[in-house]
């Protein structure tokens, strides 16, 4: 079966940065859609950003210049540099693939932003 596993998280003081990875298996990750959702306390998950299998990428306005999505075909994995963290980018983070149009996700990585 198709599974996510994440990782990367951890404590950063406002103004660090993180990288979050995602390796994929089980199934064609070059023919899978990637994306970073997160969700924090009392908030509904959100989308942080996506790529498609062609590369293509989309961020969600408030990480657009901070964060960076990308993968690696090679490895199975999906990146999420995050850049110049402040306290509302403290979430659990969820990796997501799009796999023969079923949704699949991880178990989620915890980022805490102190400041």
């Known amino acids: 079966q198709v599974q996510l596993v994440e990782s990367g998280g951890g404590l950063v003081q406002a103004g660090g940065s993180l990288r979050l990875s995602c390796t994929v298996s089980g199934t064609i990750f070059a023919l899978t859609d990637m994306g970073w959702y997160r969700q924090a306390p009392g908030k509904q998950r959100e989308l942080v950003a996506s790529?498609?299998?062609?590369?293509?990428?989309n961020y969600a306005d408030s990480m657009k210049g901070r964060f960076t999505i990308s993968r690696d075909v090679a490895v199975n994995t999906v990146y999420l540099q995050m850049n110049s963290l402040n306290s509302e980018d403290t979430a659990v983070y969820y990796c997501n693939a799009v796999s023969w149009g079923k949704n699949y996700w991880g178990q989620g990585t915890q980022v805490t932003v102190s400041s």
């Open positions: 790529i498609t299998r062609r590369g293509t990428t």
